[in-house]
């Protein structure tokens, strides 16, 4: 999922240390990505309903589906978070994908609600972290 670098399997025996060593080896399912929404293509949708685009002022929480298609017919993973950052000028997201979908530029579908309808948002894989300013190493 992207988080090895927080474990130290060559510690003293530890629960689940047996099935991260195997997870290491054989590669893991997910991977935790980031994803930035085409905020042009959801200005389109929420135009279907005569609404004006809405951009998340906080961040959410509310595991949205991520699919491969429009049709939403293939689910690959979810969306753990997202908000709208002013720095970026961007609506970033967090999500946890099959690890075939895990690279950067790949095309995604976001599931949106609007107006009671699900939707699909399409959004691309981007490299972690979102902002990586070089002033922050030093």
Do not use: C
Request: hydrophobic share 40%; charged share 20%.
């Amino acid at each position: 999922m992207g988080l090895g670098w927080t474990v130290k399997l060559d510690k003293p025996y530890f629960v689940g240390q047996a099935a991260l060593r195997q997870e290491k080896t054989v590669g893991s399912k997910e991977k935790l990505v980031g994803l930035v929404v085409d905020v042009v293509a959801l200005e389109e949708l929420y135009g279907r309903f005569q609404m004006p685009l809405h951009l998340p002022a906080q961040s959410w929480n509310d595991g949205r589906p991520v699919y491969s298609d429009t049709g939403q017919n293939r689910w690959i993973g979810r969306a753990t978070s997202g908000t709208w950052s002013p720095i970026l000028k961007q609506y970033v997201v967090m999500a946890r994908v099959q690890s075939a979908y895990a690279q950067p530029g790949t095309r995604l579908y976001l599931e949106e609600t609007i107006e009671s309808q699900r939707l699909p948002a399409p959004a691309t894989v981007v490299k972690l972290p979102f902002f990586d300013p070089p002033r922050k190493k030093s």
